[in-house]
């Protein structure tokens, strides 16, 4: 894992089209702004958790068409 270390407004570039910029900092919380495009998925960890499991319990719709 790579660590870095940032101060507000100041960015971290992720390959050629995200961008991270610490937005706010208060207290034990920071605020990120991310700029990516459309077709990348952006969730808080506990939210594609949640996403996959609900994939992972749902039948394959794609399995039971073949039927």
């Avoid at 390959?15 to 991310?34: A, C, E, F, H, Y």
């Avoid at 808080?44 to 499991?53: L, M, P, Q, T």
């Avoid at 749902?58 to 039971?64: F, G, M, N, R, Y």
């Amino acid at each position: 894992m790579l660590v870095l270390s940032r101060k507000q407004d100041e960015k971290i570039i992720i390959g050629d089209s995200i961008t991270l910029m610490v937005v706010s900092i208060q207290g034990d919380k920071v605020r990120l702004g991310i700029e990516a495009p459309k077709e990348v998925s952006i969730h808080r960890e506990e939210v594609y958790k949640a996403i996959n499991s609900e994939h992972k319990a749902s039948p394959d719709e794609t399995a039971s068409s073949r039927d």
